[in-house]
């Protein structure tokens, strides 16, 4: 509880006492000025290829519809990490490390894309691998599965099989997927921050000494790189590990393939 004190007692002030654009520019690294939002529009035009990449060299491919609600649920999680990411990375840099001093805000934000795109995602993976088999046997939650799959491939004997999902199936169907997988990621993301929280300057100082072994004194680099450079490689990673979780089992499309149409009615 020692560790939580600086943020329960500064919490409060949050509000305050940052001004976020003015606060980071003091430092010059300003995650949120031109060249900080003109990088966030870059990475995400990168993130995007990444995902459409995905799509089209996977096999077999997924119907668009279902590909795109799959990323789609990736995007939200997303950009709640996105935020997420800058609002603790500011409170770290004014709050945490030492009080009355503003730190850099580029090393806290590498430090929380590497632990979001590396350890984040694959405790996402396993809670999520944890909670498919739950949310299937207790809510009827299928990861993946809009109802569109057995529309393909029995579509030509639709009337010896049960009724298509309409509209408003397939999107509830969605959103109690959504529902669950940021339910995940907000409750992997609090406990990543809490142990960050212990380890918050012992990981400031290996940043800090990393970005000086790198030549990355100036802080227009640091942003480049802690916002651009290394989040293209490692959101590259994230999208395309997470599309692997997040999409229906190859195993159960082949399976439903293969069943006979008996079964499958």
Known sequence: MRALRPLILNFA??????????????????????LGLAVQV?????????????????????PFLTWALDGSKQVAAAIYGKFYNILQTVYFANFLVTPNQIEDPCVFYFMLIVTDCFFTTFLCWGANSMMRPILLRNWGIDIGDYGDDKERHFGAQRD???????????????LEQLAAWLAIVAMVRFIVSIILLYFHVEFYVLVESLFRLMGLADPSLRLIF?????????????????????????SDIRGEEKAPLAEAC
Do not use: N
């Open 226 to 250: 802690s916002v651009l450079i290394f989040p293209a490689a490692a959101d590259a990673f994230q999208i395309i590990v997470q599309d692997y979780f997040l999409k229906k089992k190859q």
């Open 13 to 34: 002030a949050f509000g305050k006492r940052v001004s976020v654009h003015a606060a980071c520019s003091e430092r010059g690294c300003d995650l949120l000025g031109w």
């Open 42 to 62: 870059a990475i995400f035009f990168w993130c995007s290829l990444v995902m459409l990449g995905c799509w089209l060299t996977e096999t077999p491919r997924r």
């Open 160 to 174: 010896l099989c049960e009724p298509p999902k309409s509209i408003q199936s397939k999107v509830s169907a969605y």
